[in-house]
Nanobody, 129 residues
Framework: QVQFVESGGGLVQPGGSLRLSCEAP????????IGWFRQAPGKEREGVSCITLDDGDGSVYYADSVRGRFIISSDNLKNTVHLQMTGLKPEDTAVYYCARGPKYGSICPTLTASGFNSWGQGTQVTVSS
């Protein structure tokens, strides 16, 4: 069973930046959508961003809470998807996960977690002064 691997989390002050990475073993990125999700203590898992690739072009989607601050991108040669996070806020504190979803349809644009699989173990992001 394919399981993704997240990395890059850590402790950062408000306003700071982090770059998360998602390694996607045995996955051709162009065949799927790749999503980032997060879960804070006591809260449900929520969608953060998603990317689909199509012959070099792609589509990206963001939750309203992170649009303009986070950027999702892919490195096809390394089979890795990144999430560049800037302007971090305390409310961004959570465990961040990446997962694989269908390339077409509404699962990626709507960041519907139940439509994704191959979840990793997550990486902790803590935003605090």
């Amino acid at each position: 069973q394919v399981q993704f691997v997240e990395s890059g989390g850590g402790l950062v002050q408000p306003g700071g930046s982090l770059r998360l990475s998602c390694e996607a073993p045995r996955t051709t990125l162009a065949d799927y959508s790749i999503g980032w999700f997060r879960q804070a203590p006591g809260k449900e898992r929520e969608g953060v961003s998603c990317i689909t690739l199509d012959d070099g072009d792609g589509s990206v989607y963001y939750a309203d809470s992170v649009r303009g601050r986070f950027i999702i991108s892919s490195d096809n040669l390394k089979n890795t998807v990144h999430l560049q996070m800037t302007g971090l806020k305390p409310e961004d504190t959570a465990v961040y996960y990446c997962a694989r979803g269908p390339k077409y349809g509404s699962i990626c644009p709507t960041l519907t977690a139940s439509g994704f699989n191959s979840w990793g173990q997550g990486t902790q992001v803590t935003v605090s002064s």
